[in-house]
């Protein structure tokens, strides 16, 4: 496996605006594990064609086009943030930065699109959301708790009968959701890169490749083998493993596999622009944790679905009052998000820490029932309900993180509170 460094390649993102050079196509392929997530070319081509890498699954969009109205407000704009290595800019001036690699930012207000950007990418162009999909896990395994087919305070092997006599043995739903487990698969800077660690050999096993002591592993075996570290329910420990147990705990539930799954509870339901793509595992299961592209207006669909605008893009209510209110109200400490490693890193994303904690697969809820999901290299949801805001965005970027600490200023600046 090629062993890819943060000094990757790194070509300016308005010359791939209209295509990548072939050469890139068959770097990309030859790259290997680390070369994927490093935040170069390479990573920029796996955001934008996942699928010519792996098999995916195509939710088409079902229901006519339901569009998102107009109203700029070119003020949002003039926003101001304190970025992390260049002082305050506006977003304008953010968004017009090269060197920051943003590709898209969309605010939708009420149904309507009020801010629109395409620095380096067009509307079109489908992009990974990377772990702003952990959400869509969430929403289906509380729609399971809503209908009473699982039980939160039981333990994930009541159903998931195959991890039985495993460490995950005691392990409730609840813990799976809020990433409280105690079990060992942390995602860390060190984990990340370490072969024997089960959080690389997750990733490792969802893109077909050989880990260097066990060589090619299929992903439920891995998750299998994870041992625990911790009693469960003293830290916030961030895992994108725990996002695929609760894809194989529905699948379980339900005797349906994750995509058609999704496609019935969810997507069909939405009047999206294009297709979903749920990227597959080599033996098939949907790496909902992170693999997941659409189009950026798509990607505001699935916010506006935890808005009182989800109407204006949806024939069905899919996230209920109850769902909305467990994710807003069943929330745990400060204290608790803060002694794992990602809370204090989603601290320095934002430049504030005045959140109060993760809750349910999405990273932080504020005291005003806002809403935050952020992904590697940049991506971000954020979600208001009560000023019926979504503010979304893709970026190439995984040394400058600053595009996250714009969206609390917007959604705090006065002009959607009425």
Same mark, same amino acid.
């Given at each position: ?7 990757? #390649? ?31 070319? @390479? ?118 009968? #195959? ?20 079990? !060992? ?51 916030? #420990? ?79 209510? @899919?996230?209920? !009052? ?97």
């Amino acid at each position: 496996m090629q062993q890819t460094t943060a000094t990757q #390649e790194r070509t300016l993102l308005e010359e791939f605006q209209n295509g990548f050079p072939s050469k890139l196509e068959n770097q990309t392929r030859a790259a290997g594990y680390m070369g994927l997530f490093a935040g170069g070319d @390479v990573s920029a081509y796996f955001n934008m064609r996942a699928s010519e890498f792996m098999n995916t699954a195509v939710l088409p969009s079902r229901q006519p086009v339901m569009p998102l109205g107009s109203r700029p407000m070119p003020e949002i704009g003039s926003i101001k943030a304190e970025t992390i290595n260049d002082g305050e800019m506006t977003l304008d001036q953010f968004l017009a930065r090269s060197d920051l690699y943003a590709q898209g930012y969309l605010v939708v207000h009420k149904g309507e699109i009020v801010y629109e950007q395409y620095p380096r990418m067009n509307p079109e162009d489908a992009h990974l959301w990377m772990s702003c999909a952990k959400p869509t896990a969430g929403l289906i395994v509380d729609m399971l708790i809503s209908e009473g087919k699982i039980d939160e305070n039981q333990p994930i092997t009541t159903y998931l009968t #195959e991890f039985k006599n495993t460490d995950w043995d005691g392990i409730t739903t609840r813990d799976v959701l809020d990433m409280a487990t105690g079990m !060992d698969l942390e995602d860390t800077t060190e984990s990340r890169f370490d072969p024997d660690n089960v959080a690389r050999r997750v990733y490792e096993a969802e893109l077909g490749f050989s880990n260097v002591n066990r060589g090619v592993e299929l992903l439920a075996d891995v998750l299998k083998s994870t041992k625990a570290k911790s009693k469960p329910g003293q830290a916030f #420990e961030y895992a994108s493993g725990l996002t695929q147990v609760l894809v194989l705990l529905a699948e379980a539930v339900e005797g349906e596999r994750w995509p058609q799954m999704f496609d019935r509870r969810v997507w069909s339901k939405v009047g999206a622009e294009s297709a979903l793509q749920f990227h597959l595992t080599p033996d098939g299961i949907a790496a909902a944790h992170g693999l997941v592209s659409s189009n950026l207006r798509d990607f505001a669909r699935f916010g506006m679905l935890y808005t009182p605008s989800w109407n204006k893009i949806a024939v069905e209510k @899919v996230v209920s !009052d109850e769902i909305l209110a467990r994710i807003r109200s069943e929330v745990r400490t400060h204290d608790f998000i803060m002694a794992g490693f990602d809370g204090p890193v989603f601290a320095d994303y934002h430049g504030t820490d005045n959140f109060i904690a993760n809750s349910r697969q999405w990273d932080l809820v504020w005291p005003d029932g806002d809403l935050w999901k952020g992904g590697l290299m940049t991506q971000g949801l954020y979600v208001s309900p009560a000023r019926d805001l979504v503010i979304v965005y893709f970026s190439v970027n995984n040394d400058d993180h600053s595009t996250h600490r714009f969206a609390r200023p917007i959604a705090t600046s006065g002009l959607f509170d009425h």
